[in-house]
């Protein structure tokens, strides 16, 4: 089946600095999401991003689907955007699966 | 708008008891999905419904565990008997279609999940 990895596993960063989370994918895909599991257990909503660049205030996201990745950038990280950051692909034939996730710490 | 709405949030039982879920999608979704979350296994894919009529079952861990869609805004997932091993947290989610040909793929949308301790 397809495999989702997601890197680093995990990140430590300084209130203010920026990080990119890298999401890789092993086959196409119909579509793409990134998460945010914050410290209370919710799932958030980030980006719904089959292909292209968005950006939501101070996070942005790239998906280049040809090359099977997408990319997660925090700029002017806050102790806010600690948590869990999930991608997940629609498969081509199913349903949504989850990677691992990039555990986040931004000390204040 | 409401969102995924979950109940209980929080469900401590005994083992042998039986436990029932419950989740009202977005109105309007016609995909509704149940995962479970656990520190070893991550999120994993349960059973999904479409237009009230399971789709996938193949993430069922076992015949304890059962999934109704009796309407298109509710659903349960029922375990019985229960086990320690089964204590995780539950989330279900809800979608739209949201791509041509009828290929999944629409933006999928959390309720806040409900937490299950089995003693």
């Known amino acids: 089946g397809i495999q989702v990895e997601q890197s680093p596993p995990d990140l430590i960063l300084q209130e203010g600095a920026n990080s990119t989370l890298r999401c890789n994918f092993s086959?196409?895909?119909?579509?793409l999401q990134w998460f945010h599991q914050n410290p209370w257990g919710q799932l958030i909503n980030l980006f719904y991003?089959?292909?292209g660049t968005k950006q939501n205030g101070r996070l942005s996201a790239t998906t280049v689907a040809t090359e099977r990745y997408s990319l997660l950038y925090i700029s002017s990280s806050q102790t806010t955007d600690s948590g869990v950051y999930f991608c997940?692909?629609?498969?081509?034939?199913?349903?949504?699966?989850f990677g691992k996730g990039t555990k986040l710490s931004v000390k204040p | 708008d409401a969102g995924v709405i979950q109940s209980p949030r929080h469900e401590v039982t005994e083992m042998g008891q039986e436990v029932t879920l419950r989740c009202k999608p977005i109105?309007?979704?016609?995909?509704l999905f149940w995962y479970r979350q656990t520190m070893m296994r991550g999120l994993e894919l349960l059973i999904y419904?479409?237009?009230?009529?399971?789709?996938?079952d193949s993430g069922m861990p076992e015949d304890r565990f059962s999934a109704k869609m009796p309407n298109a805004s509710f659903s349960t997932l029922k375990i019985q008997p229960s086990e320690p091993r089964d204590s995780a947290v539950y989330f279900c989610?809800?979608?739209?279609?949201?791509?041509?040909?009828?290929?999944?793929?629409?933006?999928?949308?959390f309720g806040e999940g409900s937490r299950l301790t089995v003693l």
């Open positions: 989610a809800s979608s739209e279609l949201g791509l041509a040909g009828g290929r999944l793929g629409g933006e999928l949308f």
């Open positions: 086959d196409s895909v119909n579509n």
């Open positions: 991003i089959p292909s």
């Open positions: 997940a692909v629609w498969r081509s034939q199913g349903n949504l699966i």
């Open positions: 109105s309007g979704h016609d995909y």
């Open positions: 419904f479409n237009n009230n009529v399971p789709i996938d």
